[in-house]
């Protein structure tokens, strides 16, 4: 077996970015994602260490996980190997390059499109996505309502509301208070945004907070911004 190092720049150049996609932002069934966790495997292209043969040797792993796995891989345009003779290894700064084209606060996917566009997402050059950013405590009579449930849950920012895992919180909260999951509903989408836009650890990005600061160090800058994107 030959260890060779996958550069961010070999990986630009032979179409393998994928390997730098998390497992942890992937739309994954529980029991698939706990068999990555178990092998340690944060990353997609670490995956590719294992064989199909290897998969399926794995107690509680079928056809139906392999299955998964085959379609998530194909999607980021990799696929299993039935040669080891030559394997990738990620680099030190696999993290550093995995933020660059996997950022937390959009879906892999739309990461993915983006990147065979030629393009690398940056929420500081995103307006629309600057949205993520704005502390609920600046929002007007939203912010008075249910600020206090929110900070038990951990909600700072419209980015919180937006993330996947924590649409799901909501759905179960509904049946008990309505009136709040309309309110989170009705700002997402007087914001322009869909769940979707953000995907489940967004929040990892190490200056979201900074960002946040600097975009919106006031309640009259989001009062703004809220104003203008209700006008579009």
């Given at each position: 077996?030959?260890?060779?190092i996958?550069?961010?720049?070999?990986?630009?150049?032979e179409?393998?970015?994928?390997?730098?996609?998390?497992?942890?932002?992937?739309?994954?069934?529980?029991r698939t994602?706990?068999?990555?966790?178990?092998?340690?495997?944060?990353?997609?292209?670490?995956?590719?260490?294992?064989?199909?043969e290897d998969?399926?040797?794995?107690?509680?792993?079928?056809?139906?996980?392999l299955?998964?796995l085959?379609?998530?891989?194909?999607?980021?345009?990799?696929t299993f190997?039935?040669?080891?003779e030559?394997?990738?290894?990620?680099?030190?700064?696999?993290?550093?390059?995995s933020?660059k084209?996997?950022?937390?606060?959009i879906?892999?996917?739309?990461a993915?499109?983006?990147?065979?566009?030629?393009?690398?997402?940056d929420?500081?050059?995103?307006?629309?996505?600057?949205?993520?950013l704005?502390?609920?405590?600046?929002?007007?009579?939203?912010?008075?309502?249910?600020?206090?449930?929110?900070?038990?849950?951990g909600?700072?920012?419209?980015?919180?509301?937006?993330?996947s895992?924590?649409?799901q919180?909501?759905?179960?909260y509904?049946?008990n208070?309505?009136?709040?999951?309309?309110?989170?509903?009705?700002?997402?989408?007087?914001?322009?945004?869909?769940?979707?836009?953000?995907?489940v650890?967004?929040?990892?990005?190490?200056?979201?907070?900074?960002?946040?600061?600097?975009?919106?160090?006031?309640?009259?800058?989001?009062?703004?911004?809220?104003?203008?994107?209700?006008?579009?």
């Amino acid at each position: 077996m030959k260890k060779e190092i996958l550069s961010e720049e070999k990986a630009l150049l032979e179409g393998k970015i994928g390997y730098f996609v998390p497992i942890e932002q992937l739309k994954l069934s529980q029991r698939t994602l706990n068999f990555l966790r178990y092998l340690n495997c944060p990353y997609l292209g670490e995956v590719l260490m294992y064989s199909e043969e290897d998969v399926l040797k794995f107690r509680n792993i079928g056809e139906k996980s392999l299955k998964e796995l085959k379609e998530i891989l194909k999607k980021f345009e990799l696929t299993f190997s039935h040669s080891f003779e030559h394997v990738d290894w990620l680099p030190d700064n696999h993290m550093e390059i995995s933020q660059k084209y996997f950022p937390p606060f959009i879906s892999v996917e739309k990461a993915f499109e983006l990147f065979w566009q030629g393009k690398v997402f940056d929420i500081r050059k995103s307006e629309i996505n600057e949205g993520l950013l704005i502390p609920l405590t600046f929002i007007p009579t939203f912010a008075s309502r249910h600020f206090n449930w929110l900070s038990e849950m951990g909600y700072t920012l419209v980015g919180d509301l937006v993330s996947s895992l924590q649409l799901q919180a909501r759905k179960q909260y509904k049946a008990n208070r309505p009136n709040y999951f309309n309110a989170f509903y009705d700002l997402i989408e007087k914001l322009g945004f869909e769940y979707k836009d953000c995907s489940v650890n967004w929040k990892s990005a190490g200056d979201i907070y900074s960002l946040s600061a600097k975009k919106f160090p006031n309640q009259e800058l989001v009062i703004a911004f809220i104003e203008k994107h209700n006008k579009a």
